[in-house]
């Protein structure tokens, strides 16, 4: 009887098992907002194209400010989907160039350089969403923070998935980072 080899090599450390599941987590949350937010975009528009142009009453009232009001959110949801996909930012044309380590290094710097801009970026849009609460949507009645906190929950995950990011390819190599599509990508 031969004792049980053990697959410890090729077993993911606790630290990438965590964050794939948050990356799923988070991915899952974005990907259903945009297609809640993109959904409901699509209706008010139409609902104020018809009203507009085919009806002739000049317009709803309410059809036209919501998107104002989910637009932020829409945005914000496929910034940080495309994080996550490796479409957000990409500097190839050094890429190739770097051995393996400075590769790493390389990918990690950016990605902990975009994560500490994210999370500057937060703290701004809470300081503008504080003075943005005291209007009012007139139609709505919403506060005008409203698109600000988007931006803000937005910068949240954007930091979060670029930390992501820079931690799994510290461990596990430069291989490691998301690769976007070609197609995804303007050259």
């Given at each position: 009887m031969t004792?049980?080899?053990?697959n410890i090599s090729t077993a993911r450390p606790m630290v990438i098992v965590g964050l794939d599941a948050l990356d799923h987590w988070i991915g899952t949350v974005c990907r259903g907002v945009v297609l809640s937010t993109g959904a409901a975009l699509l209706v008010s528009i139409a609902i104020g194209v018809v009203a507009?142009?085919?009806?002739?009453v000049g317009g709803v009232d309410w059809a036209e400010e919501v998107p104002k009001q989910l637009f932020a959110?829409?945005?914000?949801?496929?910034?940080?989907?495309?994080?996550q996909g490796g479409n957000h930012i990409a500097v190839d044309l050094v890429m190739h160039y770097l051995s393996p380590g400075a590769l790493r290094i390389l990918v990690v710097l950016t990605n902990l350089l975009v994560c500490v801009a994210y999370v500057y970026l937060f703290g701004v849009a809470m300081e503008v969403a504080e003075l943005a609460a005291a209007e009012?949507?007139?139609?709505?009645?919403t506060p005008g923070s409203l698109p600000f906190y988007a931006l803000a929950a937005g910068a949240v995950l954007t930091a979060v998935g670029s930390l992501s990011i820079a931690i799994r390819v510290w461990v596990l190599g430069a291989d490691a980072r998301p690769q976007g599509n070609p197609e995804d990508?303007?050259?």
């Open positions: 004792a049980p080899t053990s507009r142009y085919v009806i002739t959110w829409f945005i914000m949801s496929g910034v940080v989907l495309a994080v009012r949507n007139p139609v709505l009645g990508s303007v050259e």
